[in-house]
């Protein structure tokens, strides 16, 4: 089977990690070293090898660490999604004309399916799109290939158009469009000739099918036995005709499978099929996920993702329910948020981090002496005051301003800010994940500030439509 060493070898080499509870750089080099092995051994392109190895590493030693799986599991996820990126991510679908009729053509080299290929996707389009093909025998070098197309079109009871050997490719693929639209064929596949090489006079015939024919798709044929050939074969292809996907031919067989992982990733051609067998039905829309998940023999690599994914939205929600949960916000939290934030650097330099405001601070001057003075004034408060601020009347706004060694104004503007802010704090509480998301977005809109005064739904006091405090 397909894959079968490059799975043995990666998965031997994942092994080693899954169950670690910690890993260290050089952990993680030693495994790198041998899924590189593996790749190449497997006849992978050396340059996507190597993308695919940096790539891996650098996520590896940058993500951040989950609690509900080990190490060694996030490393086996990133191999993972990166095996299923390099193969192209998501399975594409054949592009059909919407009306009227849709018309594929098989390309490759001598060998690779093209002819058994044109019968399994007439089969497969009837099946799963109700379609009514018409075969297109335009392979003219050699008779056996007209009857090998017209014994595949028997079997499957689809008819193939064929006018013999003595017309051009040209001269029937024109022939063969007029009568699929005159029969209501609302699709038409068109069987090319191979040749050993690719060579110019190939090309130059392809090239006239492909004017003539404006096909919806190009499908070019790739034996996955050729391994690092069948990518500079793809290659060269594509840049002659603009191909529109790959089917990858022969992969029932003992395939190193170096060309499926090659072929997207240095081509940008998306692998649409693979061929499993020389019968019929034996195609299957390829996708990469599953040949990802297969190649890492682990059927259970997608339950692990969805652990992995809960884990991050448990780990941000709990994020976001400590930084908005105090309700019972005092000033000793407070005290503690701007000693947090002066640890952090200078508070013009923390402004200038949220987008769009860093163009308004040129013009802006702040005080960072003003920090110092709402430290001590809340230095000047007692305990109790600090934790109920409710207490703070105006007698103790007096007592707290002489302590200080600050105008009672400021005191008076502090303790507006500070129940300002818890205000705040209580109706970001009570906000729906929905409201709350809305307010966020209001926040990070270019700009800075928030375009329209946020405001909170639920308060209909006299804290609706206020803009949020700096903090
Ligand atoms: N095992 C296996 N054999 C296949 C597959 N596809 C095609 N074959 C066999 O490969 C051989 C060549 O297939 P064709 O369809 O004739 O290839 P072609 O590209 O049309 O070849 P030319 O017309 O000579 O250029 C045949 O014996 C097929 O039965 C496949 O997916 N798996
Ligand atoms: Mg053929």
Same mark, same amino acid.
């Given at each position: =089977? ?5 799975? +043995? ?16 750089? $050089?952990?993680?080099? $030693?495994? =790198? ?74 390309? @490759? ?6 002819? $058994? ?19 297109? #025998? #335009? ?7 007209? +009857? ?10 689809? *008819?193939?158009?064929? =006018? ?5 490719? /040209? ?10 639209? /005159? ?10 000739? @191979? ?17 003539? #024919?404006? *096909? ?5 044929? !790739? ?10 074969v793809s290659q ?26 090659? &072929?997207?990733?240095?081509? @940008? !051609?998306? &692998? ?28 259970? !690599? ?10 991050i939205n448990e780990?941000? #929600? ?28 200078? &508070? ?26 709402? !430290? ?44 300002? =802010? ?26 800075g500030q928030p ?21």
């Amino acid at each position: =089977m397909a894959f079968d060493s490059l799975s +043995d070898r990666l998965q031997q080499a994942l092994r080693k990690v899954t169950g670690r509870g910690t890993l260290t750089e $050089t952990d993680i080099e $030693t495994m =790198m070293r041998e899924v590189r092995l593996s790749l190449l051994e497997a006849d992978v392109n050396y340059k996507v090898v190597k993308d695919f190895t940096n790539e891996v590493k650098a996520k590896a030693l940058g993500e951040r660490v989950l609690k509900s799986i080990t190490p060694g599991q996030q490393v086996v996820k990133i191999v993972f999604e990166e095996l299923k990126r390099v193969m192209g991510d998501e399975a594409e679908g054949l592009r059909f004309k919407p009306q009227g009729t849709t018309i594929f053509m098989l390309v @490759g080299l001598n060998g690779t399916g093209k002819t $058994t290929h044109a019968g399994k996707l007439a089969l497969y389009c009837r099946r799963k799109y109700n379609k009514n093909p018409l075969l297109v #025998a #335009a392979d003219v070098y050699r008779p056996a290939a007209i +009857d090998q197309l017209v014994t595949i079109g028997k079997q499957l009871s689809i *008819p193939t158009f064929e =006018m013999g050997t003595n017309y051009t490719p /040209e001269e029937i693929v024109k022939k063969a469009i007029d009568y699929a639209k /005159e029969n209501k064929h609302d699709l038409v596949i068109i069987d090319t000739a @191979g040749r050993f090489h690719v060579n110019e006079e190939l090309m130059a015939e392809l090239r006239r099918l492909k004017e003539i #024919a404006q *096909p919806d798709e190009i499908l070019l044929t !790739v034996d996955a036995m050729t391994g690092q050939d069948a990518v500079n074969v793809s290659q060269s292809f594509h840049e002659q005709l603009n191909v529109t996907g790959v089917i990858l031919t022969k992969l029932d067989g003992d395939t190193r499978g170096g060309a499926a992982l090659s &072929i997207r990733r240095v081509t @940008g !051609v998306p &692998i649409k099929f693979m061929g499993l067998g020389e019968k019929l039905d034996q195609l299957e829309v390829f996708h990469p996920e599953r040949m990802a998940s297969r190649i890492l023999g682990m059927g259970d !690599v997608l339950t692990l993702l969805e652990k992995a994914q809960d884990a991050i939205n448990e780990e941000e #929600a709990e994020l976001m329910a400590k930084k908005f949960k105090n309700a019972t916000f005092d000033y000793n939290d407070f005290l503690k948020q701007i000693k947090q934030i002066r640890r952090l650097g200078s &508070i013009k330099g923390l402004l200038s981090l949220i987008p769009g405001l860093g163009s308004q601070l040129k013009n802006i001057e702040i005080d960072e002496n003003q920090f110092n003075h709402i !430290v001590a004034i809340i230095n000047s408060m007692t305990e109790e005051e600090r934790h109920n601020p409710d207490i703070i009347n105006a007698s103790r706004k007096q007592r707290i301003a002489r302590g200080s060694g600050r105008d009672i104004s400021e005191v008076n503007r502090l303790t507006k800010q500070f129940e300002e =802010m818890r205000q705040m704090r209580r109706k970001m509480m009570n906000m729906s994940p929905k409201e709350m998301e809305r307010m966020m977005n209001n926040l990070n809109r270019p700009g800075g500030q928030p375009s329209t005064p946020v405001s909170y739904s639920k308060g209909k006091g006299k804290n609706k439509g206020r803009r949020a405090p700096w903090f």
